[in-house]
């Protein structure tokens, strides 16, 4: 079975503080992504990585950026924090070609006060 | 650009009645079209997908969906639907470039006893 861990279900912070959200899949996929989910907007991809240390921006890139240092591992990074970054935050993981499934971790609820 | 509208936000059914979720999708060239499922406080399932073939594609949990291209839909069905089955779906169209899916709204399904 695929699995797709997130390193927290909840998590509260300060505007202006550096948040690290952590995943980490296991079934050596090439593929992962970082998604954010507010209601009504479905999931909007934020950053993608097909492959260690090379990244692409999604669609809101604004306010975030990424870290791929082994293929298992994507790290999200809210440099500065702010309010409007309270939101559901998905992290996905897929083999590399067109058409794959993307796996989902069970997602971090952040709220940034 | 591609995009995915689903345009009922919220459905109720009763249980054992039958069900549809509407899809339409935008895109240029043959898609890539993906149903999800999202129980309340988990990540998100793939219940089917759709590149090529038969344009009736049967899910898990007793879902089917149907390609049409004259009308670019691609609507998720059940027959009879269970208490279990209330959670948010989305619909997604993959793209050309790597594995990188569109998202629908989602639409949040309800079932009454």
């Known amino acids: 079975d695929v699995k797709v861990t997130q390193s927290s279900r909840y998590l509260v912070k300060r505007t202006g503080e550096k948040v690290f959200l952590e995943c980490v899949q296991d079934m050596d996929h090439e593929n992962m992504f970082w998604y954010r989910q507010d209601p009504g907007l479905g999931l909007r991809l934020i950053y993608f990585s097909y492959d260690v240390k090379m990244k692409e921006k999604g669609d809101i890139p604004e306010g975030y950026s990424v870290s791929r240092e082994k293929k298992e591992r994507f790290s999200l990074i809210l440099e500065s924090a702010s309010t409007n970054q309270t939101s559901m935050y998905l992290c996905?993981?897929?083999?590399?070609?067109?058409?794959?499934?993307?796996?989902f971790g069970p997602g971090t609820r952040l709220l940034v006060l | 650009a591609q995009s995915v509208t689903q345009p009922d936000i919220h459905i109720t059914v009763s249980e054992g009645a039958s069900l549809e979720l509407r899809c339409n999708y935008s895109?240029?060239?043959?898609?890539?079209l993906f149903w999800y499922v999202q129980s309340p406080g988990q990540g998100l399932q793939l219940l089917l997908k759709?590149?090529?073939?038969?344009?009736l594609v049967q899910g898990i949990k007793g879902f089917e969906a149907e390609f049409k291209r004259s009308q670019s839909s691609f609507n998720l069905r059940k027959p009879s639907v269970h208490w279990s089955d209330a959670a948010e779906y989305f619909c997604?169209?993959?793209?050309?470039?790597?594995?990188?899916?569109?998202f629908g709204g989602g639409t949040r399904l309800m079932v009454k006893p």
């Open positions: 759709y590149f090529s073939g038969d344009t």
């Open positions: 996905a993981s897929s083999p590399m070609d067109r058409g794959e499934t993307q796996y």
């Open positions: 895109y240029g060239a043959t898609p890539y």
């Open positions: 997604a169209v993959g793209n050309n470039a790597g594995n990188m899916l569109t």
